[in-house]
C-alpha cells in the first residue's frame, strides 16, 4: 500500500510541473479555431482564446512589446502540438517588455487574451492579415519540456 501512496504522489507532482499557470489554465477561453478567426477576424473582436506556438520575432515599442507566432494547436496541456501542421501566424502584443533574449525565436510559447483585431505582417514581398492577441497572460515552455514530456512513462489511471 505505500509503494501505491509513493507512485501516486510521484504522478501528482509531475503533473503539477508539467500544467499551466492557473492564469492561463483557468482563463475564460472561447474553443474557436485559428482558421475560423482568420477567415474574418474582425468578427471575433474581443473574443477571449488561449492559442500558441512557436516564436518567431520579437518587436519592441516604447509603450509595449509583440511577439510574432507561428500558430500550432493545442495539446490537453496548453503545450504547442508542433509535430502537427502550422496554420499560419498571430502576433501577440503585451504592455510589458519582452525581452528578445527571454522570447528567443524557436521557443514554445502559449498566451491568453483577447483578439483585438488584425494586424498586417510582411512576409517576403507579401503583406498580409494576422490576428492580433492583447496578452492577458504569456507562459513560454522551457526548452527540455518536449523531451522531458515525451521521456516519462505513461501510466493509466487504471495501472494498478
Avoid at 505505500?2 to 509531475?14: P, V
Avoid at 503585451?94 to 487574451?113: H, M, N, R
Amino acid at each position: 500500500m505505500k509503494s501505491y501512496l509513493s507512485i501516486i504522489s510521484l504522478l501528482l507532482l509531475l503533473n503539477g510541473c508539467t500544467s499551466l499557470p492557473s492564469a492561463i489554465r483557468d482563463f475564460p477561453s472561447v474553443n474557436v479555431s485559428y482558421q475560423t478567426v482568420n477567415q474574418d477576424i474582425s468578427a471575433y473582436k474581443d473574443v477571449p482564446v488561449r492559442w500558441g506556438g512557436v516564436i518567431i520575432d520579437v518587436e519592441n515599442e516604447k509603450d509595449f512589446s509583440r511577439v510574432q507566432v507561428l500558430f500550432y494547436p493545442l495539446n490537453y496541456r496548453g503545450y504547442p502540438k508542433i509535430d502537427k501542421k502550422s496554420e499560419g501566424r498571430f502576433v501577440i502584443e503585451s504592455s510589458d517588455f519582452l525581452d528578445p533574449a527571454v522570447y528567443a525565436k524557436d521557443t514554445e510559447i502559449t498566451v491568453a487574451g483577447t483578439i483585438k483585431g488584425d494586424i498586417e505582417r510582411t512576409i517576403g514581398n507579401k503583406s498580409i492579415p494576422v490576428p492580433l492577441i492583447l496578452a492577458t497572460s504569456i507562459y513560454l515552455w522551457p526548452k527540455d519540456y518536449r523531451n522531458y514530456y515525451y521521456s516519462v512513462p505513461y501510466y493509466p489511471y487504471y495501472w494498478w
